[in-house]
Nanobody, 119 residues
């Protein structure tokens, strides 16, 4: 299971940090990723961090504002979001059990957390 937390309401220009913790088994060797779904849009890839101390990759539109990281045990992934904009309003999901930048690349999903950015 993946438990997501950290969403909420924030003003434009503010910051939030999302967390996603895996339980029930270890996913330390798997990539963990963040996606989001804005109202009326498809699920969008944001960033991923590889397992076993591997690197990161980001959607081009997220570079510079969003940072993905992982704890040393490898079962919690974070998404630090800075300089938030109203268009960042979405439900944010974490995923693991695969690798890639498409939703179908991952087998396990968290429940999602709503981020609302007010103007």
């Amino acid at each position: 299971q993946l438990q997501v937390s950290g969403g909420g309401l924030v003003q434009a220009g503010g910051s939030l940090r999302l967390s996603c913790t895996a339980s029930g088994r270890s996913f330390s060797s798997y990539a963990m990723a963040w996606f989001r779904r804005a109202p009326g849009k498809q699920r969008e890839f944001l960033a991923a961090v590889r397992g076993s101390g591997g690197g990161t990759n980001y959607a081009d539109s997220m570079k510079g504002r969003f940072t993905i990281s992982r704890d040393s045990a490898g079962n919690t992934v974070y998404l630090q979001m800075n300089r938030l904009k109203p268009e960042d309003t979405a439900v944010y999901y974490c995923a693991t059990g695969g690798i890639g930048c498409h939703p179908h690349d991952y087998d396990y999903w968290g429940q999602g957390t709503l981020v609302t950015v007010s103007s």
